[in-house]
């Protein structure tokens, strides 16, 4: 089972930051927080990771908190064209490199 | 660099028949995993391949198989296809085994099955 939890969906107005959240209380220490977007059938995009410390590239900014219980995926300024499904996905791979998707949140993109 | 390709990217079959799938990885990358994607059971992993090994299997019947070449290509074939078979199948490339490598996607395969 995923060890994050999501909301199902959420909406933001397209130029304002998008500000999605996920839990994973249960997350152990050795575990990175992964974040992955699908946009329509296609295959799952690489956004950011993170351990301990907030990331940041140029796709979008990741705040953890510092008992790593939960994360903030912060995309700066959304547009139509992130209009998608956002997965946070709890991953250590050790032995294997399997992936645990949970449900996601579809993010909708307003204009 | 090139991204992970697939091939081919649709596909129709009908019950009984077998269908084979292939992935080839981003250059240096050596390993393979294959994930099939439903819109009742979401994202579900099927199974690993490095270095022309398979390291772990998902809950997938034993008509789901793949393998992987010497050149990490990966191929993963379904046999006796049932209409339930119908999905997305996505494979992710990695650069190697750890378990901290980041897995990159591929455009996927719609496989319809009738």
């Known amino acids: 089972d995923a060890k994050t939890t999501q909301p199902t969906s959420m909406d933001c107005a397209e130029g304002r930051a998008a500000n999605l959240p996920c839990n994973h209380s249960?997350?152990?220490?050795?575990?990175?927080v992964y974040w992955y977007r699908q946009i329509h059938s296609q295959g799952p995009q690489y956004i950011i990771h993170g351990l301990k410390n907030n990331e940041t590239n140029e796709m979008a900014s990741l705040i953890i908190t510092e008992d790593r219980k939960s994360s903030t995926l912060i995309l700066p300024h959304a547009t139509l064209r992130d209009t998608a499904v956002y997965y946070c996905i709890a991953y250590y791979g050790g032995a294997t490199n399997k992936l645990i998707f949970g449900t996601g949140t579809l993010l909708a993109v307003q204009p | 660099k090139a991204g992970v390709t697939q091939t081919p990217r649709y596909l129709i079959k009908t019950r009984g028949q077998q269908v084979t799938l292939s992935c080839s990885p981003i250059?240096?990358?050596?390993?393979v995993s294959w994930y099939q994607q439903t819109p009742g059971q979401g994202l579900q992993f099927l199974f690993e391949y490095f270095s022309e090994t398979q390291r772990n299997k998902g809950n997938f019947p034993g008509r789901f198989s793949g393998r992987q070449f010497s050149n990490s290509r990966s191929e993963m074939n379904v046999s006796t296809l049932e209409l339930g078979d119908s999905a997305l199948y996505l494979c992710?490339?990695?650069?190697?085994?750890?378990?901290?490598?980041?897995?990159?996607f591929g455009p996927g395969t719609r496989l319809t099955v009738l």
């Open positions: 250059s240096g990358h050596r390993s």
């Open positions: 992710a490339s990695s650069l190697g085994a750890a378990g901290t490598d980041t897995q990159y």
């Open positions: 249960t997350i152990s220490g050795n575990e990175y």
